[in-house]
């Protein structure tokens, strides 16, 4: 905070020399010494404006509730940019976006050229799901500064989220060019390139999030899903497992985890995944779904179907679990119980090509060129086909495998 200059006229002014001293307290980030000082000087003078936002700024770095003094400094000092745009950030900081946008308003108001109330207006704006105002915001705080990197990073979030990714990228590059290690900019370059499928460079824009800040959760669990994409599923087991390492609570870690152990065959190091994922977040459809998989390729049927209905109990419309049970049936010979299934997939989901195969899984009077035609629309049909036939209970599975082997041996 600067030196606030002393009227003698304004009684409601201590002198200068203690401001100064309660400011040269909060610029050593002595915050709780400073607080108590300023509370004492406050005693003396309750109409002192600037004293109220000191208060308000050592409440805040501390993270207490800064709103009521902001709230008084305003009432005090209405036509002082810096208590409106304080007053924004403790509004915004609360949730209440809507006051925030309109102290943020009142504060560029005041000083047009104050490009961190034009930046922040804009991010209360992108938080309202407002885009447009939030572009124009960031501009407008450009337009002041130029040489901001968090305004262009910010844009260009903005600007992804309008679809608008070639105008993102441009920003985002002219973030990292104006500061070489914002890490977070580095990381939104990643995803808007994840999102237009340029996975190479993605994983480069990762790495070097990374390498500015190893402990960055986000960007590792993202290089993670950026590396699977690509096929690369040893270096995404690393990502992921650095993920859990760096945040032990954070459920989709785990989920990414286990995903990626199944894909690799690491059945009972998925199951153990899935089952923290749901420990955490046991209101997982999916998570329930896939820790089902997992057992009934462990041959845990009944394990496997309390994961299934489970998954149904959350999510009553969960394909994969209705499919996942009706694997199961054709497992145990059940198969009108498997038709069932499947019928009722295709009434949620028409398209849904393994429902097509799933109920002729255990028919050998299936029609092959059928058959074959269908799987190959779906290779992940395949693995299911495969490790059905695994468990050598349904004769007739080993014979569809028998198909889809001479189906890609042509």
Excluded at 187 to 209: C, F, I, P
Excluded at 320 to 345: F, T, Y
Excluded at 360 to 383: C, D, M, Y
């Amino acid at each position: 905070m600067k030196s606030r200059k002393h009227d003698p006229i304004q009684q409601t002014q201590p002198p200068a020399a203690e401001a100064d001293a309660l400011i040269a307290l909060y610029n050593e980030r002595r915050y709780a010494e400073a607080e108590n000082r300023t509370r004492v000087l406050l005693g003396q003078y309750p109409d002192f404006g600037f004293g109220w936002q000191l208060l308000g700024g050592t409440l805040q770095m501390q993270g207490k509730d800064a709103l009521p003094a902001f709230q008084k400094s305003t009432e005090l000092l209405p036509d002082a940019p810096a208590a409106h745009y304080n007053l924004g950030v403790a509004l915004q900081s609360a949730g209440q976006l809507d006051h925030a946008v309109t102290s943020y308003r009142r504060a560029v108001e005041l000083k047009p050229d104050y490009a961190e109330a034009h930046s922040n207006l804009g991010n209360t704006f992108k938080d309202l799901g407002r885009l447009d105002d939030a572009v124009a915001s960031y501009r407008r705080a450009l337009k002041i500064r130029p040489d901001s990197a968090d305004a262009h990073n910010n844009l260009g979030t903005a600007l992804k989220d309008l679809g608008q990714f070639d105008a993102a990228l441009a920003s985002y590059h002219r973030a990292v060019a104006l500061k070489p290690d914002f890490d977070l900019a580095y990381y939104n370059l990643g995803n808007a390139l994840k999102e237009l499928g340029q996975l190479n460079d993605a994983t480069a824009s990762y790495r070097r999030a990374i390498e500015i800040k190893p402990d960055f959760a986000d960007a590792h669990n993202n290089l993670g899903t950026a590396l699977k994409d690509l096929g690369q599923f040893d270096a995404a087991l690393a990502s992921y497992q650095r993920v859990v390492e760096l945040i032990p609570n954070y459920a989709m870690g785990y989920y990414n985890l286990g995903n990626v152990q199944k894909d690799l065959g690491q059945f009972e190091a998925a199951l153990t995944s899935y089952r923290r994922v749901v420990e955490l977040k046991p209101d997982s459809a999916m998570a329930h779904n896939n820790l089902g998989n997992v057992l009934m390729v462990l041959g845990q049927y009944d394990s496997a179907l309390a994961s299934y209905r489970q998954a149904l109990e959350i999510e009553p419309g969960c394909v994969d679990a209705i499919l996942g049970i009706s694997n199961l049936c054709v497992i145990n010979g059940e198969m009108k119980e498997a038709e069932d299934g499947a019928k009722k997939v295709l009434e949620i989901k028409p398209d849904n090509l393994e429902a097509r195969i799933s109920p002729h899984r255990g028919h050998v009077s299936w029609n092959r060129a059928e058959f074959v035609k269908l799987i190959a629309q779906i290779p992940s049909v395949a693995n299911h086909v495969f490790l059905e036939s695994k468990s050598n209970k349904n004769q007739s599975c080993l014979n569809n495998m028998d198909y889809f082997i001479r189906y890609e041996s042509k």
